[in-house]
């Protein structure tokens, strides 16, 4: 029986389409000052693995806070330190909007958890990031 074969292909292609639809493009930078206090939690600290957002839209009014996100460097944004990547992922917690960050970023990362995606002398590269 060739149908059931065929729908089972189908499947797993939707399955395929669904997960690259789900990563979405974006930048990262670091900003390595304090994430205490922050937006979301105030001055309770919530680790290494933290974020602030940079764009308007994704912040909504914090309805973000809290999410996590699996960010994966995939390129350099600039062609004067090429191929920043480390090949690592990085789950970081959205606990900041920074609309005062200046590099224009998606997320901003704390030193360590950008240096786990990215050489620092980047400061800043093309990610995916998935919820
Ligand atoms: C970033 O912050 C960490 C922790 O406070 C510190 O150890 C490191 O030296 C800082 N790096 C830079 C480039 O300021
Ligand atoms: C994060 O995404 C990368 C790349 O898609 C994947 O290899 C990794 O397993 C993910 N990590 C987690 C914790 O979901």
């Not at 060739?2 to 670091?30: E, H, M, Q, W």
């Not at 330190?81 to 609309?99: A, F, R």
């Amino acid at each position: 029986m060739a149908i059931p074969k065929n729908i089972f292909l189908v499947i797993i292609g939707f399955l395929a389409t669904f997960s690259i639809v789900l990563a979405k493009p974006g930048i990262a930078s670091f900003y390595n000052s304090s994430y205490v206090p922050s937006k979301c939690y105030g001055t309770k600290p919530q680790g290494d693995l933290v974020a602030k957002v940079g764009s308007k839209s994704l912040w909504d009014g914090g309805a973000i806070c809290g999410k996590k996100f699996n960010v994966t460097c995939t390129g350099e944004t600039n062609k004067y330190l090429l191929h920043p990547c480390t090949g690592k992922s990085v789950v970081v917690k959205i606990v900041d909007y920074c609309p005062e960050c200046t590099a224009d970023a998606t997320f901003y990362l704390p030193e360590k958890a950008f240096e786990t995606i990215s050489m620092v002398m980047a400061f800043e590269v093309k990610i995916d990031y998935v919820q």
